[in-house]
Every structure is written in C-alpha cells, then in structure tokens.
C-alpha cells in the first residue's frame, strides 16, 4: 500500500531498528518489492526494452547469495486489485506519472519504468531456481504479515505498510540489507549478510509507549494509497499537533511526528477516532468513523494460511471462496501460471497496460496486439456467460466490453474493448471457462495459431521453445506500425540466437564448440558497446510492439494450457544487444555472415528468417533476394551436419488457414 513519508521519517530514527546478522532463518519476500529493486538498482538498461538476461544472473546471484547463508526464502507476489477496486484511483495515477517517466527516458533523461515483461521472467528465474512463491489474489501485504507471524521469520521488503504491521520477527528493509556484502561469522565458516531490523515496539516506546493498535489509525488518518479522505484536512487544519523537538525536514514529517505524538495520548483507537471526530463536522462524523474503520482493517492478518499452499498447493481463503472461479483458475492464478492481468480482465472487466520507453508521438505499443486481447476477453467473458463468475448481462446478443487504460500520446486514456467472437468451430460445443482445460488439446492449439496467424506447418523446423515466439512474430510483422524493417528482424532473431547460445555456453571446448564461443562473445561485445543519448525512437517502438504481441501471445498461450511450449523468456530478448545489432545491420555484413564460423547457428538463424518470412509477401522487405539467396547457400553448406543433428518435433495438429484481419471491430473510445 505505502504511507505518505513514512518510510524516509523511520530512516532518520537508527533507535527503530536493530542490526542483524541474517542466517539460517526462513524469511518472507515481498516478490514485487523485489524484482523491482533488483532491476533498478542494478545499473541495467531502461531504454532499450530491458536486458532481461542480465536482470535473471542477478536473481540467481542474489538467491544463491541467501543459500549460502542458509537463508531459506519464499517469495510472495501480489495480484490481481481486489474485487472492490479500493486502490484503483492510485493506480491510474502511477500510469500517469510512468508515461512521463517513460517519456523522459525516451528523450534521454532520468527515471525509472519496469521493462514489460520483468515479471514474467522473475517468475521463471524462481522456476528454475526452485524458489517457492506463490501469486496472490491481490495486493499480498496481509497474506505476508500473517505468514511471517506464522513461522515467526522476518520480511524483507521496502514498503512502509511494515513498519505498521505487527511483526513479531521485525522488518527488513531492502536498502539495509546488504545482500552483494556477504560476510563470515567470527571463528566460523558461516556465512551471513548484514541487514537492519525494525520492530514496532522500538517505535511505541519512542512515542511513550503508545498502544500499538494505534498505528492502523495513523497511517489511514495519515494517507496511503487506498484512503485520502479530505474532510480528514479540516482535522489537521484545527488540531494543534504537539511536534515535539525540532529539525524535522518538511511538511511531511511535521505532520508524521506530531500526528504519532498526538495519537499517544489515547489508550486505544476508539478513544482516538471520537478524539478526531469533535474537529469534524456533525453530519460528517459516522460517516468518517465507518471509512476509518473499515480502512484500518486493511492492517489485520488475513485468513489466507500460504503455509498450506507452500506445503501442499493448497490455496484457500474467503475472497477465493467468494469469487466462484474454476478450480483449475484458482490454482493456475496462484502458482503464477496465469496473470494478474487475466483476473482483472474476468472480474473487474477492466485492465491497465504498462506503457514502456517508446515513441510517444505514435499510438501506444499496445494497440498492435488488440485482436490478441479481444481473444482473451472473449474465452473470459463469452465462454463464462453460463457461469454464475462474472455475472454478465442478460443481453447475450451485445459482445461484453472491457475497460482498457493506456496511453494516447502522453495521457492515459480509457477506452471500451468489444471482444471477439470466438470461430465456429471452437464454440460450437460452446465451452464455458470451467470446462476449458478439458477442451481436446488440437482445438486448443489451433484457435491460438488461428489468432497469430500461422500455419503449423511453418514452426515444424523450429526448436520447441521457439514455437510461440516465432508464431508471435509472424503476427508482429503483419500488423506493427510501422512496418518492421529488415534490420529490425535479423537483430530481433540473432537475438534469440544468442539465446540459444548461452544455453550451451561452457568453460569446457568438449561442450562450447570454439567457434560458437567466438561469436558468443562477439555477441557479447556488441552488447556492451555504449550508445549515444538520443535512441532510435521507431526502433524503440518497434520492438516494444514485439514485446505487446509476445506478452499478450504468453497470455493466451497461458489460458488456454499450454497448448505451445513457454518460452524461456530469460534469455530470448536483450534489448541492448537488439538494438546494438540494428545499427550493425544497417551498416555491415548481412545477419547471416555474423554466424558464417558456426554453421549449427547459422542453420537456426536461416531457419528462424524462413519461418517468419514465408507469411508475408515476398516483395514485403527491400532487398530480400540477396539475404534469402545467402541463407540459402548457407544452408547447403550445413546441410549435412544439420541433418544429423535436427529432430524436428511435432506440433501433433493439422495446418490451419492463414487470418486475414477478421479482427474488424474497434475500439470505442470513451
């Protein structure tokens, strides 16, 4: 949630915390707390679409970091807004300020915006490391009290919701835990990392020894982000707040000091809220004492039991039993196989899109992968009309809408999203969303490819993870505007080489070919090479088209179970070396002479470029022939190594007829 100046009040006070040696303890994670810190205060790029890559080596240099330490973590996530939508006002107001953070890091200034699919990577980086986490089914702050109190562990997080929960093993806050200082234990071999600690008794007995029952009503009456109440202002306008010494830095803290010391004086909040209700006017009292109430229960623990789930899978609680999802949404929602955005899409039939670095004279990235969407809230929403979920209008012949906030050059803007008719011949048996996973896994796969717009027959040459991210980039380069260059597909598909490279990286000549290791780190060089301050803007927006249709593609692929293999999202995009590798491109050699000492990678490459090529026109790029030819040579001279070493896998389905834009409708703007 976060309180308004909190978090930099309890800094000035060392008397709050106590310092730590962290070791072997469990400890609870705040996962979005987490990755967002990881990635920012890692000096990686926020220009270029994120190095993914980079961002994953530091989540397993930080876990394996805590397991030296015999620090055993788990990782809980936050979901999807809550049913009532408490928080919604804050959240466009944070889309707001990102377009302009994005904005003027596009122009070459400061700032800080997540790359899109951070997320999403985070989550498969625990995956393999065999981190437990579980996704929440909104804002996780209480499930992680409860647990923490639970197994009476510590938090690590940076959020000053924290420091008013009571936290029997205290708060760790993620700026004092210094993870990269690892430190031995005197006389020992153990390993530990320093942190500090703060506990809300050390901050009660600095306001003489107040009542701790207190502090859910200071940060309500103080604002977060789910309250800010205006009558509240005619208090602080009247009350003389005792401050109490002096030197406290801005208005902020003025009010946080004199506002804790003012609430000490009360034995218990009942006492406090008639206290602050005499400074209000009459007809507004019990309408003030009922909001704050119900606002301070926001800081009780929840009935959640997580210590189920992490030890059984079993995720149970009353918003759970109260939504009357599927049984197998439940639980896909709660392992992290399905997202956030798919639960606000069914239940709040309403989503925000996370805008990105792009160029802001253009419309929003987002809007190339509309049809993708309309799909989703079409499984969601049509196929639920016989369920008692999302309680649709009785008008079944008016397609639902759904609310989507994203950005119109540097605003945010609402628009009402029809969704799609679903084809025939997946409908007629007219599936409803408790049933989905039972749909015959063909059927499944085809309406997927049906909506990127691909034959199987294309992706038969492909490696297995690369199926639903070549198929998402036939979609791209149909519908991007503006049109995808030829540059912008050989460095976008060398890009998923050097992926592909990594995987088989060793120290050892016997694994890591010599050859490939030369152009691995020629790769590498390229990635590390400086850019100028001003970016390629059209380039920029792009590939941040291609990462919409990849999300929204991963999305679909999600909900309808996998019918394609999840990409490993860890090492398929860099957009530093992406982006690197498009100036190279349009001054240099061809795409496929950067691999001509390799030709195992050279054949992927080509077969990669044939794939994505074959469903467009042919006269679709300039200058094709050349490149088309060269691969061409290129795989003549592989052939026989290739042959040996290709097992093309099968997609276990009939091709399917290319789309021709049946994604008619439009949006209607609001």
Same mark, same amino acid.
């Given at each position: ?14 008397? @709050? @915390? ?21 990635? @920012? ?7 270029? /679409? ?12 930080? !876990? ?8 055993? $973590? ?34 070459? /200034? ?6 899109? %699919? ?7 980086? +625990? ?30 997080? %940076? ?20 993870? *990269? ?32 029952? +207190? ?27 005792? &401050? ?82 599927? =049984? ?28 990105? &670095?792009?160029?802001?004279? *253009? ?15 079409? %499984? ?7 369920? #008692? ?5 009785? =008008?079944?012949?008016? %397609? ?77 380069? *149909? ?15 060398? /890009?998923? &080489? @050097? ?69 490993? +999202? ?28 390799? $030709? ?8 990669? !470029? ?26 003549? =001279? ?24 049946? !994604?008619?409708?439009?949006?209607? #703007?609001?």
């Amino acid at each position: 949630m976060g309180i308004h100046g909190l978090m930099s009040y309890v800094g000035e006070h060392k008397q @709050f @915390f106590t310092d730590l040696q962290l070791r072997n303890t469990k400890i609870i994670i705040d996962g979005n707390n987490l990755f967002h810190r990881l990635y @920012f205060e890692s000096n990686l790029d926020l220009q270029h /679409g994120g190095d993914y890559d980079s961002f994953t080596d530091i989540v397993h240099k930080f !876990f394996e970091t805590l397991s030296v330490c015999k620090i055993y $973590p788990y990782v809980v996530l936050d979901g999807g807004c809550d049913l009532l939508d408490k928080k919604f006002a804050t959240l466009k107001e944070r889309a707001r300020d990102k377009i302009q953070v994005a904005y003027s890091i596009s122009r070459g /200034g400061g700032g800080s915006v997540l790359p899109l %699919l951070t997320r999403e990577v985070f989550k498969q980086a +625990l995956t393999k490391l065999e981190v437990p986490f579980v996704q929440c089914f909104s804002e996780a702050d209480r499930d992680i009290m409860s647990l923490a109190n639970h197994w009476n562990c510590p938090v690590l997080t %940076l959020d000053s919701d924290f420091c008013i929960f009571d936290l029997k093993a205290g708060y760790c806050p993620l700026n004092y835990f210094q993870w *990269r200082n690892l430190c031995t234990c005197e006389g020992t071999l153990d390993c530990y990392i320093p942190a500090r600690c703060f506990f809300l008794e050390r901050l009660c007995s600095h306001f003489s020894h107040m009542n701790k029952a +207190l502090l859910p009503l200071f940060a309500v009456m103080n604002g977060n982000d789910y309250i800010n109440l205006p009558a509240l202002e005619t208090f602080f306008s009247k009350v003389r707040l005792p &401050v109490g010494g002096s030197g406290w830095r801005g208005r902020k803290h003025v009010r946080i000091q004199g506002l804790l010391n003012w609430l000490s004086h009360f034995a218990d909040p009942t006492e406090a809220i008639d206290n602050v209700l005499k400074y209000l006017k009459k007809h507004e009292r019990e309408e003030i004492r009922e909001l704050l109430c119900a606002s301070m229960e926001e800081y009780e623990q929840s009935d959640v039991n997580l210590e189920d789930f992490f030890q059984n899978g079993n995720f149970d609680s009353q918003v759970t039993r109260k939504l009357e999802l599927p =049984q197998w949404m439940l639980e896909a929602l709660a392992k992290g196989h399905l997202s956030p955005f798919i639960s606000d899409a069914l239940l709040l039939r309403r989503t925000i899109l996370h805008v990105q &670095v792009e160029n802001m004279q *253009r419309p929003s990235a987002h809007t190339v992968a509309l049809p993708i969407r309309q799909v989703i809230y079409g %499984l969601l929403l049509n196929a639920s009309q016989n369920s #008692e979920v999302t309680s649709p209008s009785k =008008q079944s012949n008016k %397609l639902p809408l759904v609310r989507e906030f994203d950005r119109s050059q540097k605003t945010l803007k609402k628009s009402f999203v029809p969704t799609t008719m679903l084809p025939q011949a997946f409908c007629e048996d007219h599936h409803p969303l408790a049933t989905l996973t039972e749909v015959p896994r063909s059927d499944r796969l085809k309406l997927l490819l049906e909506t990127l717009g691909v034959k199987a027959s294309i992706l038969q040459h492909i490696p297995s993870p690369l199926w639903l991210p070549v198929a998402v980039t036939c979609y791209w380069m *149909r519908y991007s505007e503006p049109k995808v260059k030829l540059h912008h597909l050989q460095a976008l598909l060398l /890009g998923m &080489v @050097f992926g592909e490279l990594h995987k088989t990286s060793s120290p050892d000549p016997a694994v890591f070919h010599v050859r490939d290791k030369m152009i691995y780190d020629q790769f590498l060089k390229w990635k590390e090479k400086n850019f100028q301050k001003l970016m390629d803007l059209d380039t920029a927006h792009a590939f941040c088209q291609w990462q919409c249709c990849l999300q929204m593609g991963l999305h679909l692929n999600q909900l309808l179970s996998t019918p394609l293999p999840e990409p490993d +999202l860890t090492r398929l995009y860099c957009g530093t070396l992406v982006h690197r590798l498009c100036k190279e491109l349009k001054s240099a050699h061809g795409a496929e002479n950067l691999l001509i000492s390799s $030709p195992k990678m050279s054949q992927l490459y080509c077969d990669l !470029f044939h794939a994505v090529k074959s469903t467009v026109p042919p006269d679709f790029f300039q200058e094709t022939t050349k490149t088309t030819k060269s691969c061409k040579e290129k795989n003549k =001279q592989a052939a026989s190594q290739a042959e040996n070493t290709r097992r093309p896998a099968t997609l276990e389905a009939q091709p399917f007829c290319d789309v021709n834009n049946r !994604f008619a409708s439009l949006i209607v #703007e609001d």
